[in-house]
């Protein structure tokens, strides 16, 4: 029941009216009763023990700037209404009503809205009221789900969450890539440990995405060091809580939901036709001094081939090539003619997708239970090869009553990932794909793949497969002795098997006469041929012991919890290899006959923890939250083997004091926060880096005893037993508010924290010692930021919309490190992560004698034969001279900081509405600021020789005579001069994508009666719509990395879907 404030309250309210929100349906449902009487609308609105609401807005709906706030004892009165008109009541925390006034006096009960004062967020075992969380703690729930064809949970996650950063990592798009993702930005610099967030699934560690979408009921995530602490060691750097649907009591329900889909590549690059590629590279080598790398042969076949001169079906000049007289092949590079677009003919356009989940729920006051299976069958890009992925989820969830004192939860899940694809689908494929010239050819006469082309490798060069399988049984027990004291035993086991194999197979190219030949595979010998399989196993155990008492005495609510918690890893791997296969046709290593070599390892972690937490809270006014935490790791040895890590938090809920009155009728909850605390990382690189070892295996040696390699062993390194705790320190102020009775809502964070005594490089040994320095606790890093969440919900007549939106924003900056030369190349104290530096530019010289002029003053060390079309860098220090000095803090020349690649202002919108039936929703996602420098092939096409060079429509906007107001410089083959580090062509990575549009309709129940059918929806949803950015064409400002380059991925994808909701 909420308490009314009187006398105060009507004085300083009486003069406000308050619009309406979302409203009720009927009358009766609110207990509304009239009596006859004539003249102004009044009446009287009572809470559910007839007490008088005082300042509940009462408006008409139609014209809200006329009503009425209640007084003292919950009457109101309005002159001027007309009978007929709809009246909107509404009062902090209840249900808003909706009643038609035919000229009777009113009597109104408004009910509590109970879901709204009682909405619970998931914390660190177990639930709080939203109202009373006084740590960072956001939470999204089963809608950010719904319909969205994504391929795991991660990308659905993408942007919901302010502080929670998802980002593509090296496997670009490829069907089963895995997002990176970050809790308020890098905890570490990778320089000897990670600092990932703990993901909790129903409570216990796993990877998200095996988790089904549809199965998920929400996501919390827990930011700050109070929040968090009572994970400890593996929640450093924040927690995910990801809870799974349960049974509810009542009839069995049954749910479908399916979809078909559609994607294609975005951002993929457009190669120049062959006439301005061949001109293009024929300019770079004049420019670089070089002779022509087309002749006026090449050219006019080329012309012939695009005009379709060449008719004749039976000769190669139709397929645009012609024959090598030495060694009757065809030709590619020289000698071909064609026009072809590589990555056109690489990726399919719409590659089909089908999923499918059905879930089963339902039960008793005793027992409820929830069944699910899901099915994911995808095709992937490739138009060569096999390119397949499928993914199978059986989850289970039984809750059981047993007595009143007594039940056990228990929750199955199994999920298994197929991936299919050819071996040579590697990091060099996508490298090698721009370096492929359109003027090469598909197929010869004979109908073959031409050669060195890819194509015969990914059809015919083997393939490799993934099957990943998980499978996590957990059992709960409950004891509740005593009203609110409540005992948990938890054990949970995690297992997880990989089995990973691949072959490549020898290849044949055709020659004029249709006659075979082996190829180089990749470079090597022709006609090679090997077989690789690689089994791992991972088991996983974890046990909770923990018991709370809850307990409130005159307003003041506390709560005490404490446990224990025991956590064991294990793993091992076992490898085999072999090559020369003795068919092709039974690809394993039983059919391999040289080079064959095992290897297996083994690893194990064990960890414990005791931990605590004290909640209290007086009338949800004054609220304090204190934990502690004391952890051990098996990484660690001796007396740093233990830690201890405390954590605290308060709260004011402002909105619950007296003098707050006045503005209660605009905001409704207004809570200041604040935290502290410790926690520590155990996250080494290393599961035992106090274990001095001595690697052994076969042929790591080149000596030969009897004619054969043995085993030998390496010296071991030095190892640091020293090793300890990361600690990680935050502190974190904040606020979180409803207003316009919470139809907007929001919340707001400010933080600080420090990663202390991480692992990095340490000072060198001397020389004579023949051995490195071993890593140890010598760095700190700080990391800081903010981070907004905002909400708009309301509805106009039987329109329902919302807005929501949300922006983060994080730095790093190195506080220690051991650098004492101030290496440029190195770790800084000082230095932000993801600075650039680089030379500053004036710009692209118009004419030779501009450049002479420029270089009089500022001539680069490095080039020669500058020209008009060279890029002018600037001099800095004033010395003549360009260059980077020592590459030092204290002498870097004519280096700036000219930028930084750590993506800033992260920002997702959401706008929803729904209208009889008919929904839509619109989630825009991006990055407001962010530099890039982009020095690779992709970005210059003509670079570092005509075999390591590209050429995409972009680049055809260079420098020239009749195109001086060109983007690119004067293309040349060389890597030395116009391509440094610099403020021309630093990239803006910043970019705004609709990350996903959907429109569903649900169709009226009246219909869906007729055939037993409880609802059916029915929707369109695409994702990846389109992009707005700034980067070079080139590029998707999502997919930056690649280990040959940046954007050498596979590419993300625009996906259509079509799907039905259906329940039973």
């Known amino acids: 029941m909420l308490k009314h404030y009187r006398p105060i309250a009507a004085l300083l309210i009486g003069s406000f009216l308050f619009s309406g929100t979302v409203y009720a349906t009927t009358n009766e449902e609110h207990g509304v009763r009239s009596v006859q009487q004539e003249g102004a609308c009044t009446g009287t609105v009572l809470d559910e023990t007839g007490m008088g609401i005082i300042g509940a807005s009462v408006v008409i709906k139609d014209n809200r700037t006329v009503g009425s706030v209640t007084d003292l004892d919950g009457k109101f009165r309005i002159p001027s209404a007309k009978r007929g008109d709809v009246l909107v009541i509404t009062y902090i925390g209840y249900k808003p009503v909706e009643v038609t006034w035919n000229g009777t006096p009113l009597n109104i009960t408004l009910m509590e809205d109970t879901e709204l004062l009682d909405e619970v967020v998931v914390v660190g075992y177990g639930t709080q009221k939203k109202v009373n969380v006084t740590g960072a703690v956001s939470m999204v729930d089963d809608k950010v789900f719904e319909s969205r064809p994504v391929q795991n949970v991660a990308q659905a996650l993408q942007g919901q969450i302010p502080g929670l950063t998802m980002s593509v990592g090296n496997s670009g798009g490829t069907l089963d890539s895995e997002l990176n993702f970050s809790i308020r930005g890098s905890g570490t610099i990778g320089t000897g440990s990670s600092g990932s967030p703990l993901v909790l699934i129903d409570g216990i560690e796993g990877n998200m995405n095996t988790v089904n979408p549809n199965d998920i009921a929400s996501v919390s995530v827990l930011k700050d060091a109070s929040s968090a602490s009572i994970y400890g060691a593996r929640a450093a750097f924040g927690v995910i809580l990801i809870t799974t649907k349960n049974g509810q009591a009542g009839k069995t329900r049954v749910n479908y939901t399916g979809n078909v889909r559609f994607s294609t590549a975005i951002q993929v690059p457009e190669m120049m036709n062959s006439w301005d590629f061949a001109n293009y590279f024929n300019t770079a080598a004049t420019n670089d001094g070089s002779a022509p790398v087309f002749n006026e042969e090449a050219l006019n076949n080329i012309k012939t081939y695009l005009e379709g001169g060449f008719t004749d079906p039976t000769t190669p000049e139709y397929y645009g090539t012609s024959i090598n007289p030495q060694n009757n092949r065809y030709r590619n590079y020289d000698g071909a003619f064609a026009n072809t677009d590589w990555f056109q003919e690489f990726y399919r356009k719409n590659a089909p997708a089908h999923e499918h989940n059905l879930s089963i729920s339902g039960g008793s006051e005793k027992m409820t239970y929830m069944l699910s299976g899901n099915f994911l069958n995808q095709l992937g890009l490739l138009r060569h090869g096999e390119d397949k992925f499928n993914r199978y989820t059986l989850n289970g969830k039984f809750n059981i009553k047993i007595t009143d004192w007594l039940s056990v939860n228990y929750t199955t899940k199994w999920t298994r990932e197929d991936y299919d694809r050819p071996t040579y689908l590697t990091a060099l494929f996508y490298h090698n794909i721009a370096r492929r010239w359109p003027t090469c050819f598909v197929r010869d006469p004979h109908g073959h793949w031409a050669p060195d082309m890819e194509i015969i490798q990914l059809e015919e060069g083997g393939k490799q497969n993934d099957q990943k399988n998980w499978v996590t049984n957990q059992l709960q027990v409950v004891l509740e002795p005593i009203k609110d004291w ?14 990973y194999g691949w072959a490549v197979l020898p290849i044949y190219g055709y020659d004029a006469n249709n006659q075979p030949y082996l190829l180089s595979w990749n470079g090597g010998a022709a006609g090679y041929s090997e077989a690789q399989e690689v089994r791992e196993a991972e088991d996983y155990f974890s046990t909770n012991l923990y018991t709370d008492y809850s307990k409130t005495i005159n307003g003041h609510y506390f709560k005490v919890l404490a446990g224990f918690n025991a956590e064991l890893y294990r793993g091992n791997n076992l490898s085999g290899f072999g090559t020369d296969l003795i068919t092709a046709s039974v690809p394993q290593l039983s059919t391999t006959q040289d080079n064959q070599k095992t290897s297996n390892g083994a690893n194990e972690l064990a960890m414990a923890g005791f931990f605590g937490r004290i909640n209290y809270n007086w009338n949800e006014r004054y609220i304090l939250e204190a934990n502690l935490r004391y952890d051990g790791s098996s990484r660690f040895i001796g007396d740093k083997r233990w830690g201890l890590f405390p954590s605290f ?37 290393s599961y035992y880096p106090f274990y001095q070892s001595m690697p052994t295996g076969v042929n790591s040696t080149s000596w030969l005893i009897n004619g054969q390699k043995l085993n030998a062993a390496s010296l071991p390194g030095i190892v640091n037993s020293l090793f300890t705790w990361e600690t990680i320190e935050s502190w974190d102020i ?3 508010w409803g207003a316009f009775n919470n139809r907007f809502t929001g919340s707001f964070s400010y933080y600080n924290r420090w990663t202390k005594d991480m692992v990095a490089a340490a000072p060198p040994l ?54 004492p030369t101030g290496d440029l190349n190195s770790y800084y104290v000082g230095r932000m992560i993801g600075e650039i530096w680089g030379y500053t530019t004036v710009g692209i010289a118009q004419s030779q004698e501009e450049m002479d002029a420029h270089l009089a003053n500022n001539r680069p060390n490095w080039g020669t034969s500058w020209q008009a079309g060279d890029v002018m860098y600037k001099d800095l220090n004033g010395d003549g001279v ?30 929803d509405g729904a209208w009889k039936g008919l929904d839509f929703s619109l989630f825009f996602q991006g990055v407001m600021k962010r530099d890039y420098w982009l020095g690779d092939v992709y970005f210059w096409g003509a670079q570092g020789g005509m075999w390591q060079s590209a050429g995409f429509v972009e680049h055809l906007d260079y420098w020239s005579e009749d195109n001086r107001d060109a983007y690119y410089p004067r293309p040349y083959f060389g890597t030395n001069k116009n391509q440094q580090t610099q403020t021309r062509y630093l990239q803006n990575a910043a970019y705004l994508r609709l990350k996903n549009l959907q429109v569903g309709y649900t169709l009226p129940k009246k219909w869906m009666d007729r055939i037993g059918v409880e609802s059916l929806r029915v929707y369109f949803s695409a994702d990846n719509v389109f992009t707005v950015s700034s980067i070079s064409g080139v590029y998707d400002p999502e997919l930056l990395g690649g280990d040959w380059g940046s954007g050498k991925l596979y590419p993300l994808q625009r996906t259509w879907s079509l799907g039905l909701n259906l329940n039973f």
């Open 734 to 736: 904040g606020f979180d």
């Open 766 to 819: 001397p020389g004579i010692l023949g051995a490195s320095s071993p890593k140890m606790n010598n760095a700190d890093l700080k990391s800081y930021g903010w981070e907004i969440e905002l909400s708009w919900r309301d509805r106009i007549a039987d329109f329902n919309y919302g807005v929501r939106f949300v922006l983060d924003d994080n730095q790093q900056k190195i506080t220690k490190y051991y650098n």
């Open 486 to 499: 409540h005992i948990n035993l938890e054990g949970s086991m995690r297992q997880y098997h990989r089995a």
């Open 649 to 685: 938090s308060a709260g004011w809920n402002v909105a619950r004091e007296e003098f707050f009155e006045p503005l209660a009728p605009w905001i409704n909850t207004l809570k200041l926060r604040g935290s502290w605390g410790q926690l520590g990382n155990n996250e080494l690189d």
């Open 882 to 911: 360009v260059n980077g000095g020592s590459q030092t803090l204290s002498n870097h020349g004519d280096l700036s900081i000219i930028g930084n690649n750590t993506p800033r202002y992260k920002f997702g919108l959401t706008l």
